[in-house]
């Protein structure tokens, strides 16, 4: 995904630039089915029967997810609870291009976490990162680069050189940062993923899916909230060369604020964004638009949908009491019980008030019970769908029945 850039940019870049292949116009709402990619060619239109759509999360009354016959497969997912709002072929195989960027991101910010790579540190640009094909940042051997300024080129300018310079520099090698890349794959349960390298370019052994993106972005937020800080910019200078976000939608909406894109002949127009809208953050992944409208036009169909129809609602409190569990067993004859968590679920919008309970006790009340011992099960539902299960606690300390408690319990039962 090249570029254009402004012409402040130094006179080496205007000679790598001149050096570089076609660029392209930089991605917005504007149609361009019949332009080339600036990578590998024109997108092809998506082919075979257009995805059913269903909401896993929805009821009876909810309204079917939109239909969207210009992508190939769609996934919109609850970033806090990981429900699935709407989907459709979510687990089609496809080519990710640039999407594959969002795991060599995810690599980078572990490695941060862990101590290995800071962000002010300076990092080394190898012949191989320098001479990528494809979207660029503009890096050669004799520049003087830091992580943070690899990760602005990697997420926004979808730089395939800041991809293999963080990739060398995490792991030593674009080959271990790739086994790196698929063991965390398989940690995460990506079922559909298989990565070749830490860039996205054109690979028959690289594929994805609009769940796995879903999934892999829910666990860059989740651990990583700190790209949004840059996923929401919608433009980075380099050396002089400022250069657009590949994201369209950061244009359009302004409760959008990530992740990223990706575009090949193969992929189509494919976009990552995540949203808040009201209390939910929502993540929606499009794969295989004809154009960038095309494919922002779905994303805001289905952000829509799931702010429209759905709605995260607390249905449990740590520490609320939730039961009173009565036994014999117990010498005060009763214990509370609550859950240990808060427990917030995505349901449909009119289904708020329908929200049940019911709790299977299994533990041996016989020896007493102590405060905080796990005491069964609770599960929540609506209209007989599972929302969330939790062990159900004991909220106070219950000595089991002495002898002379078990005698008044008979004599009590017998008057």
């Known amino acids: 995904m090249l570029k254009q850039f402004g012409l402040s940019g130094t006179a080496l870049a205007i000679s790598l630039a001149i ?46 997810p939109p239909s969207l016959p210009d992508m190939t497969a769609y996934v919109l997912m609850d970033a806090k609870t990981g429900a699935i709002l709407a989907q459709a072929a979510p687990h089609m195989q496809i080519p990710p291009a ?17 101590g290995s790579l800071k962000l002010n540190q300076v990092v080394p640009v190898s012949v191989n990162a ?29 730089g395939n050189d800041a991809a293999v310079a963080l990739a060398e520099q995490v792991a030593g090698s674009t080959d271990a940062f790739v086994q790196m890349m698929n ?20 690979d028959p052994n690289l594929h994805t899916s609009a769940m796995d993106v879903a999934l892999l972005s829910r666990t860059i937020l989740e651990d990583e909230p700190e790209i949004l800080q840059i996923s929401k910019l919608k433009s980075y200078t380099y050396d002089n060369i400022k250069q657009r976000s590949w994201n369209p939608v950061l244009f359009k909406d302004p409760t959008v604020d990530g992740l990223k894109t990706g575009l090949t002949r193969e ?33 805001e169909s289905l952000l829509d949908y799931g702010q429209r129809y759905f709605l995260d609602a607390q249905i449990a409190t740590a520490g609320q009491q939730i039961d009173l569990l009565k036994s014999d067993a117990l010498n005060s004859g009763e214990v509370p019980v609550s859950v240990g968590r808060d427990i917030t679920v995505t349901i449909p919008m009119n ?3 329908a929200v049940s309970h019911n709790i299977t006790y299994t533990a041996d009340l016989v020896p007493g019970v102590t405060k905080g011992e796990t005491l069964g099960t609770v599960t ?8 969330a299960t939790a062990p159900v606690i004991a909220m106070a300390d219950s000595p089991r029945a002495t002898f002379f408690t078990k005698i008044k319990t008979k004599l009590r039962k017998l008057l």
Request: glycine fraction near 10%.
């Open 19 to 64: 050096a570089s292949p076609a660029l392209a116009t930089p991605p917005s709402t504007a149609s361009n089915s019949g332009g080339d990619t600036g990578k590998i060619g024109a997108t092809a239109a998506p082919t075979g029967p257009v995805p059913v759509p269903s909401s896993p999360a929805g009821d009876k009354s909810t309204p079917t």
């Open 380 to 387: 929540y539902s609506v209209d007989g769908k599972t929302l």
């Open 183 to 202: 063991a965390t794959a398989s940690k995460i349960g990506l079922t559909d993923t298989n990565y070749t390298n830490p860039t996205g370019l054109p």
């Open 98 to 114: 640039s999407l594959t960027k969002l795991m060599t991101a995810h690599l980078v910010y572990q490695a941060i976490q862990h």
């Open 267 to 299: 992929s189509g127009h494919c976009i990552d964004a995540t949203a808040q809208r009201g209390n939910m953050r929502l993540i929606a992944v499009v794969t295989g638009g004809p154009t960038w409208a095309a494919s922002t036009a779905a994303i």
């Open 351 to 353: 289904a708020k008030n």
């Open 130 to 158: 320098w001479h990528q094909e494809g979207s660029t940042m503009f890096i050669d051997p004799n520049s003087v680069v830091t992580v943070d300024q690899l990760l602005h080129g990697l997420i926004i300018d979808s």
